[in-house]
């Protein structure tokens, strides 16, 4: 798409943030544009072309934007800049540095460096003289917040080039020459520590991608327990307004085994990014011993800022991980929520008067999004090294319907599902993780079974399908008792539920807010699920069914006791003592 | 109506429809202002030299030879101190026979706070109602409604609510508000000696509807005079959100747009979100909090309005009318703050959050002995004393007439606990029974 002259055009309608521009030389389908007023300049994107009419996309608020305005084509896609310094960043949806903006209030047309030009950084060389390489290949590193930065041969390089020359190790700003390497016509290319990369391609400079094989440890144990998230996998999570999904996305990017996170807020609540903004600076990687914050970067694009760098801020967000995942590290990234970025789809799809699908989306969406959860996943680099990028998206299907388009997309394309139900949140069971509707496809891998068997243990799996069948059993019982009524069904139908809201209430509850039951790592995990099924695989007598209840509830209180307090404490351990104490008591 | 020496006048209308006026013209600006025939109308569409014009007042008798001035600018409000105190209409004009206001010009519908400017808000505002206090606890810088049948008495709650927080102004945005409503709120502000705290943009039934588009950006733009110039803390009040999503419905159907869920436009979510959005927590410690009403339609939340404001909004306050007890309560089970966690137990007492959510287990639990009384079954005595206890939590804590403090409603908790439950059956941690339990 590169030109050597700029084409330029004029403003000739406006219809909200949709703006058709009369131009007088060649665009391409989603090339930025800006366009100029008095005083500012305005980013836009092109999404169609008719004749010399192109339509796009303002990023900004239009108002007051005249006809005959002057519009200059840059040459090239939305890119964002890649180079050390983006972790522990605040980036818009365009990654503008928003620490960077001036003034309480956002101004339109301030555009910010994404990266800071002045600090140095400590330099080591990787790859040395006579070295042949490619693009992503690594020529460098640098220590980013402790995590290894590798400078790479930019992703825009293609064929194979040689290495001329490497600086030696030292403090550099990013925007010194670093590398100079050949093409085999001799051409020589100055290299920095800073690149360029559209958004909406897929970065590809990896050798495969196998099918994860991995457990993500999450600490939420209805997660890991029953339904695991792998290494390079996906997931989505489906719920009504207020069914918990941002707290377990939280949640999930505070405890989660990942060198890096990247968060991005897609058209959702301001203070929710404010809450990370203030909660991670002081809160530790329980594996690092470092702040949050230092592995995690936030790309804010809240629900009332511009509706067309919504979209674009989950591209945004995807390419940056995609760029760290070729440095070999291990990258969990959440977008919060999809379907708003379905909606700016749908806002603009309208504007442009096509032809809409269900519920009025553009026809594509599926495509649409399928496309973007396959960016995700395991790699093996060229060097042989792995990276991964976990993607899990929140779903906020309108009127709480799963049926409807953007859900049913999602499904198709990522393989958890994690489905927030209505009635569990109602009643204050959280995380509200549907146990019986929701599934991780990964359960059924091979590769995954048997990395759990390793890992984990090998009585594992058989303990996991165990609890998901005591839970499905347990609701089968309970539907019984409520047609039948509690006196008109055998006691071991009140038996066999309560066996399940032992799990329930032990296992898959879990209190976010709590600074001890928030997060519970695999031995944990094990531990308990292991003495909660001794429980459930025990017979016990009763004399009839409310002296069930009365039993099983004082068990879930000892087990309960035994989740707020710190693993193999006193505290722990003299919970567990009297559990054991009134279980034998029952026990036959 | 304004007038500006310079003006170019058109008169020549090439289209009119209901809503919507079109003309030929050049050098206008998106969003602009224009006054045609006499009526304000705003600019939503150019292509090329035609100009379509929305008229908030609706088309009826304009002829196409109707006279069109545009006025170079996107609708303004005047703000000073001297607004307090003072009822105007939605384009921000008094209707309360008081002089004009004389102040700065400030464009409505302005940008948006960047978020790292936000500061993360902490300040509790108490209301003494125990269905919002103990669980629902708002904070200042949150934005929630009401959610209510439009035969709830959401407006006098609101009030009663609006005058406890002890905010330093209070903003009211009417829309479609009846004329008895308006009476009402001037005189509860008036008798409670709060008149000069009080800034009133009312859209009333008798008004056209379409005006109300323009109602929460007047208010939201006082709002942010004060909060951020004089660094208040300013609670506005929307009443009725439900009523101005209609009027966006009736807009975009006349622009022909393609209407997606509930015949509202596409851009319903980004719409509303503008305006809620606009509730922050300063870092010079002035502050905007937003309480609004949604009025359903038999109940239903999820129809689109309610449904993409709670996608919007930190949360919900459901009234419902409790027929056990013969009064309105702020419904536990679909009601939620989602800022409590940032005050409760931390600005209140220590064993809050947990007496809270016991609660609402053990009324869930009522609700499902209920079920099971209404299909015939028998109940446990178990179900019996849940019974017991909800109907005494829904009278002592839940109705919208309660008005204590947060720690006598922590009182009365646990009072209803050990009068009705042991202490496994209320599973709070062991800590706070140890401290509180009323055997
Ligand atoms: N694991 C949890 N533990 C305790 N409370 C929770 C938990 N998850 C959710 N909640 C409660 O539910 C509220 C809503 O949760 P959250 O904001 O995550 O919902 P959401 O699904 O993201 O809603 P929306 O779609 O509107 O954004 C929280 O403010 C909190 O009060
Ligand atoms: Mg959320």
């Not at chain 2, 439009?150 to 945005?173: E, F, S, T």
Request: net charge negative; proline share 4%.
């Amino acid at each position: 798409m590169e030109r050597k002259n700029k084409t330029t055009g004029k403003v000739a309608g406006i219809v909200a943030n949709l703006v058709i521009v009369d131009v007088s030389g060649p665009v391409a389908q989603n090339e930025i544009c800006f366009i100029h007023l008095a005083h500012e300049r305005l980013m836009a994107e092109v999404i169609k072309v008719v004749g010399n009419h192109a339509y796009v996309q303002v990023f900004e608020s239009t108002r007051g934007l005249k006809v005959g305005s002057h519009v200059e084509f840059e040459g090239h896609m939305l890119e964002v800049t890649l180079g050390p310094g983006i972790l522990s960043r605040n980036y818009d949806g365009l990654q503008n540095d928003l620490d960077k903006m001036e003034g309480v209030f956002l101004t339109r047309g301030e555009y910010t460096d994404p990266l800071n030009r002045e600090v140095k950084w400590a330099f080591k060389p990787i790859a040395q003289k006579g070295d042949k390489v490619t693009a992503g290949d690594w020529l460098g590193e640098v220590s980013e917040n402790g995590m290894p930065h590798k400078i790479m041969v930019p992703f825009k390089m293609e064929g194979r080039y040689e290495i001329n020359w490497v600086i030696e190790a030292g403090n550099y700003v990013v925007d010194e020459v670093i590398a100079k390497i050949t093409d085999d016509e001799g051409n020589e290319f100055p290299l920095t520590m800073v690149q360029r990369w559209p958004v909406k391609m897929a970065i590809r400079a990896y050798k495969n991608k196998p099918r994860p094989f991995r457990l993500l440890e999450t600490g939420v144990r209805c997660i890991d327990t029953l339904n695991p998230i792998t290494e390079g996998g996906t997931g989505f999570i489906p719920g009504p307004f207020g069914t918990g999904k941002t707290v377990l996305q939280h949640a999930i990017s505070k405890q989660a085994e990942a060198d890096i996170v990247i968060i991005a807020a897609c058209g959702e609540r301001a203070n929710e990014v404010v809450e990370i903004f203030t909660e991670f600076p002081e809160l530790d990687d329980p594996r690092t011993g470092k702040k949050l914050i230092e592995r995690t970067t936030i790309i804010a694009n809240t629900s009332n800022m511009p509706v067309a760098a919504r979209e674009a801020s989950v591209y945004t967000a995807m390419t940056l991980a995609e760029y760290y995942r070729s440095m070999g590290l291990r990258i969990l990234l959440m977008a919060d929520s999809t379907s708003r970025w379905a909606q700016a789809l749908r806002e603009m799809s309208n504007r442009l008067e096509e032809l809409p699908g269900p519920d009025a989306f553009p026809m594509d969406l599926s495509a649409v999004i399928s496309n973007f959860y396959s960016r995700a996943g395991y790699v093996y680099l060229n060097n042989g090294s792995t990276g991964s990028i976990t993607f899990i998206g929140t779903v906020s299907p309108a009127g709480g319907n799963l049926k409807e388009p953007v859900t049913e997309s999602t499904r198709k394309a990522a393989r958890c599902f994690y489905g927030l139900s209505q009635a569990r949140a109602d009643s204050k069971r959280y995380p509200a993780i549907d146990p019986i509707d929701s599934y991780s496809k990964y359960l059924e891998y091979p590769e995954v079974q048997e990395s759990l068997e390793k890992n984990v243990g090998s009585e594992w799996l058989g303990d996991v399908l165990k609890a998901k069948d005591v839970l499905l059993r347990g609701k089968e019982a309970m539907e019984q008792i409520n047609i039948l009524g509690d006196d008109s069904v055998p006691l071991s139908f009140h038996d066999r539920y309560w066996k399940s809201e032992l799990i329930d209430f032990v296992i898959l509850q879990q209190d976010a807010f709590d600074k001890i039951d928030c997060s519970t790592p695999m031995k944990r995990q094990k531990y308990m699920l292991s003495s909660v099924l001794k429980v459930a695989d025990s017979e016990f007598t009763f004399k009839g069914f409310e002296e069930v209840s009365g039993f099983f509830k004082e068990v879930i209180n000892y087990f309960k006791q035994m989740n707020y307090s710190e693993f193999e404490s006193e505290q722990f351990k003299a919970h567990e003592k009297a559990l054991q104490a009134f279980l034998k008591e029952r026990m036959n | 109506m304004e007038s500006q020496a310079f003006q170019k006048i058109y008169t020549k209308l090439t289209n009119i429809t209901k809503a919507t006026v079109t003309l030929k013209a050049t050098g206008v600006g998106y969003e602009e202002m224009a006054v045609v025939y006499g009526r304000l109308a705003q600019v939503v569409k150019i292509i090329g030299d035609q100009i379509t014009l929305q008229i908030f007042s609706g088309t009826e008798g304009i002829p196409t030879n109707a006279e069109v001035t545009f006025l170079g600018r996107p609708p303004q409000l005047k703000v000073s101190d001297q607004l307090g105190g003072r009822f105007f209409n939605a384009f921000g004009d008094p209707i309360d026979g008081g002089p004009e206001i004389e102040g700065e010009v400030r464009d409505i519908g302005s940008p948006s706070v960047n978020p790292v400017r936000r500061r993360q808000p902490s300040q509790l505002i108490a209301t003494g109602i125990a269905g919002i206090d103990l669980n629902n606890s708002l904070v200042s810088g949150q934005k929630i409604p009401f959610f209510a049948d439009p035969d709830q008495p959401y407006n006098q709650v609101m009030a009663n609510v609006a005058l406890r927080a002890k905010a330093d102004k209070i903003i009211l945005g009417g829309m479609g508000l009846t004329n008895d409503d308006y009476l009402y709120f001037k005189k509860v502000f008036e008798n409670a000696g709060a008149l000069d705290r009080i800034i009133s943009f009312v859209n009333t039934t008798e008004n056209p509807p379409v005006e109300r588009l323009l109602v929460p950006d007047m208010a939201l733009t006082a709002a942010e005079y004060f909060a951020v110039d004089k660094n208040e803390s300013v609670l506005v009040l929307l009443t009725d959100m439900t009523l101005f999503a209609d009027a966006l419905s009736i807009v975009s159907n006349r622009m022909d747009q393609i209407p997606s869920k509930d015949s509202m436009p596409g851009s319903l979510y980004s719409d509303l979100a503008r305006i809620y959005e606009k509730a922050v927590q300063f870092p010079s410690g002035g502050s905007i909090t937003i309480i609004a009403v949604t009025t359903l339609s038999g109940g239903d939340i999820t129809h689109a309005i309610p449904d993409n404001t709670g996608y919007i909004t930190e949360g919900q306050l459901f009234l419902r009318r409790d027929s056990d007890i013969g009064k309105v309560i702020v419904d536990p089970f679909r009601s939620l703050s989602r800022l409590k966690q940032l005050v409760i137990g931390k600005q209140t007492r220590k064993d809050h959050p947990q007496v809270m959510n016991a609660a609402v287990r053990l009324y869930a639990d009522a609700a499902n002995a209920k079920t099971k009384l209404e299909n015939g079954f028998d109940l446990t005595d178990y179900d019996e004393r849940t019974l017991d206890f909800a109907r005494s939590y829904s009278d002592k804590l839940l109705a919208i007439d309660v008005n204590v403090d947060t720690e006598t409603m922590l009182e009365i908790a646990w009072d209803l606990f050990g009068k009705h439950f042991s202490k496994a059956e209320v599973g709070v941690k062991q800590e706070f029974t140890d401290m509180y339990w009323k055997g």
